[in-house]
Structure formats: structure tokens, C-alpha cells
């Protein structure tokens, strides 16, 4: 790992002025389609924190906002497919609108599991947004309402997304180069 976490970068694959192009959009989106509603959020952590952070900031709206933290799949680029509830909400969520916010959506085996989980609790609606689809590797068939970009099959990292813990800090989306993989033990 290099200590400027850019140099370990092998390509961008989305930008951080595309990332924020785009919020805008889903943030107008969102205002209208709850219209007149307030607006539970409930981020997933830790890989969504940035785009719920400037998601939420884009809204010329009500929002009230949760976490959750469910497992990831440690230092693996590979699911693991068990799911597991780390983190609950610090907040009942019965008779709300909520929107879970999501980094990515791969598998989908998550986000069945979160849309599972929270539609038990009684929300008004329960609704989901994500920043990136990786729409060829679904093993589960999900719904997401909102999505950010579709990319293609590759293992990303950056604006929240991580390999090993780091690289969330990155302001992009990006590709890490083979030689970061190779020297982990
Ligand atoms: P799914 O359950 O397979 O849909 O995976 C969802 C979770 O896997 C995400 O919340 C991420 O934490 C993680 N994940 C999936 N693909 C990537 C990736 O390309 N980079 C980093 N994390 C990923």
C-alpha cells in the first residue's frame, strides 16, 4: 500500500464531478417523488457514508437519518454470501418513508437481506438508492429504485467503497492496481 492512496489507483471510473453531477439529479428526483413527505434515510455502514452524506445535503427536504451496519466481506474481493446484521438502528422506522442508502449493489444478496429485515418493521415505504450497480453479477433478484451508475464487473474502490479498510477516502470511483493485491498477505 502506498502512502498516497492515488498512486495505488490503476484507472478512474467514475469521477468525483460525475459522482456529484449525478447526486444532484437523484436528489431532485427524490425531492419529488416525496414530495410532502419527510424522509428517513438509513445509511449503510461504512461504505455509503459519503454518498448518504452529500445525498442528504443535496435535498431541499426533511431527512431524518439512521445507520445500520451489516457484515462486508473483510479483506476478501469475493462474497462471502452470509449476510449478518452487525449494527441495528438506533430507531423504530414504523410508518415512515424510508430510503436505505447503499454503496453498491453486486450479489444483491445484501440489500434482499436489508429490504427483508426493515420491510418487517412496519416502514410506510421502503424504497432503495444506490451509487453503483454491478448488474451482471446479481445472484438474487432485488429491487433498486434509485441508481447511481451502472459499472461493469470489476472490483472498485474509493467515495466509500473499500479493499482492506482503505481507500474509502478517495474522491472517485476507481480500479486499485494488481501489484496493491499482490502484497497482501
Ligand atoms: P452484495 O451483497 O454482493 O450485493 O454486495 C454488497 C456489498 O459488497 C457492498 O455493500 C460492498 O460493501 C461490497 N462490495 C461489492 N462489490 C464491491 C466492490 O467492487 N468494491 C468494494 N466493495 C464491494
Known amino acids: 500500500m502506498n502512502m498516497n492512496p492515488h498512486e495505488d ?3 478512474v471510473l467514475v469521477t468525483a464531478e460525475e459522482i456529484a453531477r449525478r447526486t444532484e439529479e437523484l436528489a431532485r428526483t427524490l425531492e419529488r417523488d416525496y414530495a410532502g413527505r419527510p424522509l428517513k434515510m438509513v445509511c449503510i455502514l461504512k461504505g455509503a457514508v459519503p454518498f448518504a452524506a452529500d445525498l442528504m445535503r443535496a435535498m431541499n ?14 479483506a476478501s474481493t469475493k462474497s462471502s454470501g452470509v449476510v449478518r446484521l452487525l449494527n441495528d438502528l438506533d430507531e423504530s422506522i ?3 418513508d424510508v430510503l436505505i442508502v447503499e454503496d453498491i449493489v453486486d450479489t444483491g444478496l445484501t440489500l434482499k437481506y436489508l429490504r427483508e ?69
Open 9 to 11: 489507483v490503476a484507472e
Open 61 to 74: 427536504h426533511p431527512v431524518a437519518l439512521d445507520f445500520m451496519a451489516v457484515s462486508s466481506y473483510g
Open 94 to 96: 414504523e410508518g415512515q
Open 117 to 185: 429485515n426493515l420491510s418487517a418493521r412496519g416502514p410506510r415505504s421502503l424504497r432503495v438508492a444506490v451509487l453503483l450497480d454491478k448488474r451482471e453479477r446479481r445472484l438474487v433478484d432485488v429491487e433498486v429504485e434509485y441508481v447511481g451508475f451502472r459499472i461493469p464487473d470489476r472490483f472498485v474502490v474509493g467515495y466509500g467503497l473499500d479493499y482492506a479498510g482503505f481507500y474509502r477516502n478517495l474522491p472517485y470511483v476507481g480500479v486499485l492496481k494488481p501489484s496493491v493485491y499482490e502484497e497482501a498477505p
